[in-house]
């Protein structure tokens, strides 16, 4: 079986062979789901679990319970008949309420609750002053910080640039404040809100966020833009620390 395309490129068509004859025939579709395969990868439950002839966790009919008490199963491995997205979802919600209960109804459930006032560690100021910089600190925020450090610091200076409605930002972030921890004696790091400062995005030619900046004794070395790996990020560091 092939699929059959149009002078468009578009699928047309799927190209069918008999089995007995070898004939040929085009059957004409313009759509096709592709099976990847529903052979049931459970062969580590075997021998622990309930299982069928197939290779499928045998459930009791309607509910995501196995063989084993507090044991649950959702999704194609107990499903040998429907084996679709949506049957897969609606077991899975099946499995997680029958999990909460079982540890409910013996008394395994431990809820944790988050404290009314909870003391975050201050690693970043609000907003660098004059009489609050302080060179010595690795993390700082804010222009003022910036053009001290541009001056003054011998260390690779590592410009974060992001905006409060960037949602890559805030995925970068704790990606990057990670790697600036395993060197921080050498780098200092500067976020920069390029709402509150656009002279200064403006200036270093910064056309989106997240974008990352890197200098040192007052050249700067590197523009990387948008989410990178934590290795990239790591190993130029590491290269010019």
């Known amino acids: 079986m092939d699929v059959v395309s149009n002078n468009k490129g578009q699928m047309s068509g799927v190209l069918l062979q008999k089995v007995d004859t070898g004939e040929e025939s085009v059957l004409d579709v313009k759509g096709l789901f592709y099976g990847i395969g529903h052979t049931p990868n459970s062969q580590l439950l075997t021998g622990q679990v309930e299982l069928d002839s197939a290779g499928y966790v045998l459930v009791q009919e309607g509910t995501a319970k196995t063989s084993v008490e507090g044991v649950f199963a959702a999704g194609d491995v107990q ?9 897969a979802a609606g077991s899975g919600c099946i499995a997680s309420l029958s999990v909460e209960r079982y540890l409910v109804a013996n008394d395994l459930l431990i809820e944790f609750h988050q404290p009314l006032k909870e003391e975050v ?11 609050g910089f302080d060179i010595s600190l690795t993390k700082h925020k804010g222009q003022y910080s910036l053009r001290k450090l541009y001056h003054e610091s011998p260390r690779l200076i590592c410009v974060l640039y992001t905006a409060p409605t960037c949602g890559p930002c805030r995925t970068l972030k704790p990606i ?3 790697v600036i921890d395993e060197y921080d004696q050498n780098v200092h790091f500067v976020e920069i809100d390029i709402e509150e400062d656009p002279e200064i995005a403006e200036a270093a030619g910064i056309m989106g966020t997240p974008c990352v900046q890197f200098f040192k004794n007052k050249e700067m070395l590197r523009t ?10 790591r190993e130029f560091i590491e290269t010019n620390k």
């Open 79 to 87: 499903d040998p008949e429907w084996r679709q997205a949506v049957t």
């Open 121 to 131: 560690k201050k690693e970043i100021s609000d907003r660098d002053t004059v009489m």
């Open 176 to 178: 990057l404040s990670k």
């Open 224 to 233: 990387v833009s948008g989410v990178k790996m934590k290795k990239e990020y």
